[in-house]
């Protein structure tokens, strides 16, 4: 039973540039949250997917988006990007339709922005 | 706004020994669940224990274990019998099931955790 898989595991991009992070979630769930995990903190959550939308967002610009695909899996874009940005972005995995709503994270990306 | 604070930057314990980890929230929805998670220095994010709120019995899961004090919103982490595989970075999360933030995850800074042969 696969968990969750992210790519790439590290990525260093310049100021301004543009990004995309992937995600497949763990088999059997279809809601996919991301969260973005500066150094030495807490993630904070960026968004939610389910059935293809967004349901959830958190306290982040619109440089921040997402999708979600019909097998589930979701990418993260982050445009123009600051130096800010660099941090662990972090893809968990969930049921959206039953109550147990434990998240199941993946290994995370590495965005370091020069 | 809804918070998680764990006032303990870093802690330390012996091989073998009980370690309590302390958490409280704050929130003013009824219906959440808690959780904590365990982020080791090769950073996957690993479930420890959930509490759903509802529930007056404290979680178990084998070596670990919680004391939820849903009045004082508390919800502390015990690890018995502390081995070396414990030692990482332990996360106190909620998640509120009703309201403006349902389904999403809010952390408190972390705790850091070494465990000492």
């Known amino acids: 039973d696969a968990g969750v898989t992210q790519s790439p595991t590290h990525l260093i991009k310049t100021r301004g540039q543009q990004v995309t992070l992937r995600c497949s979630p763990k088999?059997?769930?279809?809601?996919v949250s991301w969260y973005q995990q500066a150094l030495g903190q807490g993630p904070q959550f960026i968004f939610q997917?389910?059935?293809?939308?967004?349901?959830q967002r958190g306290n982040f610009p619109d440089r921040f988006s997402g999708h979600q695909f019909p097998n589930y899996s979701s990418e993260l874009n982050v445009n123009a990007l600051w130096l800010g940005d660099s941090a662990l972005y972090l893809c968990a995995s969930s049921l959206g339709g039953t109550i147990s709503r434990t998240q199941y994270f993946g290994p995370g990306t590495r965005l370091l922005v020069l | 706004a809804q918070t998680v604070t764990q006032s303990q930057p870093e802690m330390s314990v012996q091989e073998a020994e009980t370690v309590t980890l302390s958490c409280t929230y704050d929130?003013?929805?009824?219906?959440?669940?808690l959780f904590w998670y365990k982020q080791p220095p090769s950073r996957q994010m690993i479930l420890v224990i959930r509490q759903e709120a509802y529930k007056q019995q404290n979680a178990t899961e084998n070596r670990f274990s919680v004391n939820f004090q849903k009045a004082a919103k508390s919800f502390s982490l015990k690890i018995s019998d502390s081995q070396l595989g414990d030692t990482a970075m332990y996360f106190c999360?909620?998640?509120?099931?009703?309201?403006?933030?349902?389904?999403?995850?809010?952390f408190g800074k972390g705790t850091k955790l070494s465990v000492k042969p």
């Open positions: 088999s059997g769930h279809d809601t």
């Open positions: 929130t003013s929805e009824s219906n959440y669940y």
């Open positions: 997917y389910y059935e293809e939308e967004e349901r």
């Open positions: 999360a909620f998640i509120p099931l009703l309201g403006g933030s349902q389904g999403n995850l809010i």
